[in-house]
Structure formats: structure tokens, C-alpha cells
């Protein structure tokens, strides 16, 4: 596994971890002094960091295409 993948398996392994701690306590969204705490708002940044991973993952991997070619 090169550099750059270990390094986003990293990142999705502790933003998953961290999905785990929000959903397993849900809290609400609230303001104070005027600054809001939008918990729905975090959890939806944290899928989209997942998302993210899962293709720069994806485009990382090595993949193999089977072709053929025919001659008339």
C-alpha cells in the first residue's frame, strides 16, 4: 500500500470512529452567544470525508481491464 493510501486509510478509519461516537449519543443542535452547533450538519461533513476516501481509494487501487482484439 503506497504512502498516500495508508495516509486515507487513516483518515476514513478515525472520521468512521468518529461517526460511531456522534450516532451512539445523538445530541441536539443548539445555539449559544450566538454560535450554532449543528450536529446533523457534522455528521453529514463526516459521510462526505467518508465518501471522499472510498474514491480517492478507489482510484488509488490497481485495477486490470480485459480486452480482446479481432482482425479481419
Not at 26 to 35: A, E, F, V
Amino acid at each position: 500500500m503506497s504512502n498516500d493510501q495508508t495516509q486515507i486509510a487513516a483518515i476514513k478509519s478515525q472520521t468512521l470512529a468518529r461517526i460511531a461516537e456522534i450516532t451512539a449519543e445523538p445530541k441536539p443542535s443548539y445555539t449559544i452567544d450566538g454560535q450554532s452547533i449543528a450536529w446533523a450538519d457534522y455528521l453529514r461533513a463526516l459521510r462526505g470525508t467518508v465518501d471522499w476516501c472510498d474514491s480517492r481509494l478507489a482510484a488509488l487501487a490497481p485495477c486490470e481491464i480485459r480486452s480482446r482484439g479481432i482482425s479481419r
